[in-house]
């Protein structure tokens, strides 16, 4: 069956520094792949998105890599601020699935 | 502003009672999803909506119902309520494949 896998424990890092968030998949051929940032009872919020025939996207201090070979997505964010610290979902959508599937999500603490 | 509103916020009810979660959208985005949320689950797809009047299943779409009689509305019902759909649920729309989801702040249901 397809499965998606964030790591379920926090990510603890210190202010400055570049958090890395994984998320891989199996059984699945994702089109696309997106990234979330979810708030402590808040909707999720879209940050990036990256297809299939791309290997990264950048978006301010943002960065998503994409390796369909591996079946995984690295998702970096550089000079992190505590204001970073959130929950940060990825989810992907197959052609013709129209609704992307999440994985649950990995929660990224960061100190001052 | 663009958003997707959902009410109620909160709601504690008893089995058996009846209940619609409303969601409305105001960009005229063609899809429309229900996810419900809940601790080590993550996001779940209950039921979504390519169009007007065209719905399908998600992945637990055991004792919801929904409709999409226009665009902007995507009415979540709970005919007969029980403590297991004591839940966060989140609505969301977009414009397909490829296409950011957006979510709306959510509904905390207890079903009593």
């Known amino acids: 069956s397809q499965k998606i896998e964030q790591n379920s424990e926090a990510l603890n890092i210190q202010e400055g520094k570049t958090a890395t968030l994984t998320c891989n998949y199996t059984n699945y051929s994702p089109a696309y792949l997106q990234w979330y940032r979810q708030d402590p009872g808040r909707g999720p919020v879209f940050l990036l998105l990256i297809r299939e025939n791309e290997k990264e996207k950048r978006k301010e201090r943002l960065k998503v890599t994409f390796d369909t070979t591996l079946k995984q997505s690295l998702f970096h964010i550089t000079a992190s601020q505590p204001a970073d610290s959130a929950t940060y979902l990825c989810a992907l959508e197959g052609r013709g699935s129209y609704i992307p599937t999440f994985g649950r999500g990995t929660s990224l603490i960061v100190h001052p | 502003e663009a958003q997707v509103t959902q009410n109620p916020r909160y709601l504690i009810t008893v089995t058996g009672k009846k209940l619609t979660v409303t969601c409305s959208q105001n960009m005229n985005h063609e899809y429309m999803s229900w996810y419900r949320q809940d601790p080590g689950l993550g996001l779940r797809q209950i039921y979504y909506s390519m169009n007007v009047e065209v719905t399908d299943k998600g992945d637990v779409p055991e004792g919801y119902k929904v409709s999409r009689k226009e665009k902007r509305n995507f009415p979540l019902i709970l005919e007969s309520p029980s403590p297991n759909q004591t839940s966060l649920y989140f609505c969301?729309?977009?414009?397909?494949?490829?296409?950011?989801?957006?979510f709306g702040d959510g509904t905390r249901l207890s079903i009593l």
């Open positions: 969301a729309s977009s414009n397909g494949l490829g296409q950011p989801q957006h």
